[in-house]
């Protein structure tokens, strides 16, 4: 539940950002987005660890919501065998491509509906 919340969070912010002022609001909506995301991606790791019977390794959790590019490799690597891990890895990498594109779609649309 965690990650569908992120991605409304960012289809949310790509329909807002073609109706923002200027660079600094745009700053701003960035880093609010960054405070949302943050404890929902912590939350995502303990709950991924809980549905899988495991324990995450100790830092994961908070590498993984203060610093998502690093954290969520390290969780992945740290409690999956390799093989497991890198497509893993890679699913999150395509759920990020995914991200970037429904904020631009969301983005264009709103510019098309204003």
Known sequence: MPLVAIA???TGAGAVTPHLRDASDERGLS???SI?????LFVWCKAH?????????SPA?????L????GVPYYFYRSM???AASVATIKALCYFVFLVIASGVAAYLSTLIT
């Open 8 to 10: 409304v969070l960012f």
């Open 31 to 33: 880093f609010l987005l």
């Open 36 to 40: 949302i995301c943050a404890p929902l």
């Open 49 to 57: 660890a809980s549905a899988r019977g495991i324990e995450p390794p």
């Open 61 to 65: 959790p908070l590498l993984v919501g």
């Open 67 to 70: 610093i998502a590019p690093i």
């Open 81 to 83: 065998p390799w093989p």
